[in-house]
Nanobody
Framework: QVQLVESGGGLVQPGGSLRLSCAAS????????IGWFRQAPGKEREGVSC????????GYADSVKGRFTISRDSAKNTMYLEMNGLKPEDTAVYYC????????????????WGQGTQVTVSS
């Protein structure tokens, strides 16, 4: 059974940084498209960032470009989301996911999801 476990969420002040981690077990991340998504209260889940399995190219939502960085550590079978310059509007539950397809910010491309980790940006 595919398992994804997120960690690293928390409370941070505006302008601060956090790094989210997502450890995978029972499969190898390198073979899949991987992504980070978020869902704020009352809003739909949205794609934040992703790495395509085909060529390891990355994708970012316009709202996080230049502030967030996605990465993957093959040896640890773990993916990361480095978040800098955090804003109150970044507050959400963040999810990692594994799937396929070149439209890698699309929620429907991902059958496997972690449990989510809360990120709150507030002074």
């Amino acid at each position: 059974q595919v398992q994804l476990v997120e960690s690293g969420g928390g409370l941070v002040q505006p302008g601060g940084s956090l790094r989210l981690s997502c450890a995978a077990s029972r499969f190898t991340l390198d073979y899949y498209t991987i992504g980070w998504f978020r869902q704020a209260p009352g809003k739909e889940r949205e794609g934040v960032s992703c790495i395509r399995s085909s060529d390891s190219s990355t994708g970012y939502a316009d709202s996080v470009k230049g502030r967030f960085t996605i990465s993957r550590d093959s040896a640890k079978n773990t993916m990361y989301l480095e978040m800098n310059g955090l804003k109150p509007e970044d507050t959400a539950v963040y999810y990692c996911a594994v799937g396929s397809g070149s439209t890698c910010l699309r929620v429907g491309n991902y059958p496997y999801w972690g449990q989510g980790t809360q990120v709150t940006v507030s002074s």
